[in-house]
């Protein structure tokens, strides 16, 4: 039955006009003013439903307390406000109603000018049926709340995956790139010093132009599909290769033989990645110190040189590293004006 299919309950207004032998025109014109005046109202509540409670469900108490005296079969408009209640009120609140339309229809089945039985015949479903109806409608709005709340909490669950996911690409080919990138300007800049006075050699730093180019594709790939994690080892490598052709002189000190947990492993070679492409990119340095170890309950991961330094604020690659090592648990430190030393230190239990 749909919405206003509701509206043939209404029908009960007509008991008494058309069954009591002593009904007359008042009672039929009574009968017709109650419809006429409730259909408005039950609009309100399939068009207007914010508007419910005083818009339909204080004016159908209304209009049911006024009429039901003269026509028991008004008592069916307590129906229709419990109905009301229960879809638009907090639990709570629709009970209240409830108890204060029974109270109501008790009333009137005393004072009504109704005689028997049409009193007894009007007054007593109603009676049941607000609650039977009106729980009913109650258990029904808190599931259908219950399940708007799902669909919106899981609405924010994707939209914060997606963005979180956009975040990941976003810094996994900035980390990637970076380094990358920096590898190939320079080497190409040192090919095109060659060309013409050792092309035996430009030749080869052309072919390991297009291996990193190669390799960095490989990369973006795995990176976009989710597939691709950094380790400490391979990044080290590639830190030798860019830093070698910057010309700086890398020393490293690896105190941990203890094995690193894969997720904790990519984001440290992740930082290692943009600490060492900042140092061949920006730091004009000579040479440079990696070092890992644990210290005081510490992984610490430390990248220091002795170019320019600087007190400049974070770019994207550093507030990106930030962010993945606090995932950790852990913490970034950058120190130094006379040359630059990056910390990254997470916690053992964390790391091993």
């Given at each position: 039955?749909?919405?206003?299919?509701?509206?043939?309950?209404?029908?009960?207004?007509?008991?008494?006009?058309?069954?009591?032998?002593?009904?007359?025109?008042?009672?039929?014109?009574?009968?017709?003013?109650?419809?006429?005046?409730?259909?408005?109202?039950?609009?309100?509540?399939?068009?207007?439903?914010?508007?419910?409670?005083?818009?339909?469900?204080?004016?159908?108490?209304?209009?049911?307390?006024?009429?039901?005296?003269?026509?028991?079969?008004?008592?069916?408009?307590?129906?229709?406000?419990?109905?009301?209640?229960?879809?638009?009120?907090?639990?709570?609140?629709?009970?209240?109603?409830?108890?204060?339309?029974?109270?109501?229809?008790?009333?009137?089945?005393?004072?009504?000018?109704?005689?028997?039985?049409?009193r007894l015949l009007?007054?007593?479903?109603?009676?049941?049926?607000?609650?039977?109806?009106?729980?009913?409608?109650?258990?029904?709005?808190?599931?259908?709340?219950?399940?708007?709340?799902?669909?919106?909490?899981?609405?924010?669950?994707?939209?914060?995956?997606?963005?979180?996911?956009?975040?990941?690409?976003?810094?996994?080919?900035?980390?990637?790139?970076?380094?990358?990138?920096?590898?190939?300007?320079?080497?190409?800049?040192?090919?095109?010093?060659?060309?013409?006075?050792?092309?035996?050699?430009?030749?080869?730093?052309?072919?390991?132009?297009?291996?990193?180019?190669?390799?960095?594709?490989?990369?973006?790939?795995?990176?976009?599909?989710?597939?691709?994690?950094?380790?400490?080892?391979?990044?080290?490598?590639?830190?030798?290769?860019?830093?070698?052709?910057?010309?700086?002189?890398?020393?490293?000190?690896?105190?941990?033989?203890?094995?690193?947990?894969?997720?904790?492993?990519?984001?440290?070679?992740?930082?290692?990645?943009?600490?060492?492409?900042?140092?061949?990119?920006?730091?004009?340095?000579?040479?440079?110190?990696?070092?890992?170890?644990?210290?005081?309950?510490?992984?610490?991961?430390?990248?220091?040189?002795?170019?320019?330094?600087?007190?400049?604020?974070?770019?994207?690659?550093?507030?990106?590293?930030?962010?993945?090592?606090?995932?950790?648990?852990?913490?970034?430190?950058?120190?130094?004006?006379?040359g630059t030393t990056?910390?990254?230190?997470?916690?053992?239990?964390?790391?091993?």
């Amino acid at each position: 039955m749909s919405h206003w299919g509701h509206l043939i309950y209404l029908l009960n207004l007509l008991w008494l006009p058309v069954f009591s032998e002593n009904s007359t025109w008042v009672d039929w014109a009574l009968a017709t003013a109650v419809v006429v005046v409730f259909v408005p109202m039950y609009a309100v509540t399939q068009w207007r439903p914010e508007r419910t409670r005083w818009a339909a469900i204080v004016p159908t108490v209304l209009l049911g307390a006024i009429a039901t005296p003269f026509n028991s079969g008004a008592a069916t408009l307590f129906v229709y406000a419990a109905a009301f209640a229960g879809l638009t009120e907090s639990r709570r609140t629709a009970l209240r109603w409830f108890v204060g339309m029974t109270a109501l229809i008790s009333v009137f089945s005393l004072i009504s000018v109704v005689p028997m039985p049409w009193r007894l015949l009007g007054h007593l479903p109603p009676l049941v049926l607000l609650w039977l109806i009106g729980t009913l409608q109650i258990e029904w709005a808190e599931k259908e709340r219950a399940q708007n709340d799902l669909r919106l909490r899981n609405a924010r669950v994707e939209h914060l995956a997606t963005l979180a996911e956009r975040e990941r690409i976003a810094r996994d080919l900035h980390d990637l790139l970076g380094q990358t990138l920096t590898a190939i300007t320079m080497r190409a800049q040192l090919v095109n010093g060659l060309v013409g006075v050792d092309d035996e050699r430009a030749r080869g730093e052309a072919g390991e132009i297009e291996r990193a180019a190669r390799a960095a594709l490989a990369e973006i790939r795995a990176t976009v599909s989710g597939w691709r994690r950094a380790t400490l080892e391979a990044e080290l490598a590639a830190a030798r290769n860019a830093l070698s052709s910057s010309g700086v002189q890398l020393t490293v000190r690896w105190d941990v033989e203890e094995a690193i947990v894969d997720s904790t492993e990519h984001e440290l070679a992740l930082a290692l990645r943009e600490a060492t492409t900042n140092v061949a990119r920006h730091s004009s340095a000579r040479t440079c110190h990696i070092s890992l170890e644990v210290v005081q309950e510490e992984l610490r991961l430390v990248v220091a040189d002795d170019g320019v330094g600087g007190k400049a604020p974070d770019g994207n690659g550093l507030s990106g590293m930030r962010e993945r090592i606090s995932a950790l648990g852990g913490a970034v430190r950058r120190t130094g004006t006379a040359g630059t030393t990056v910390t990254i230190a997470v916690p053992v239990e964390v790391a091993a």
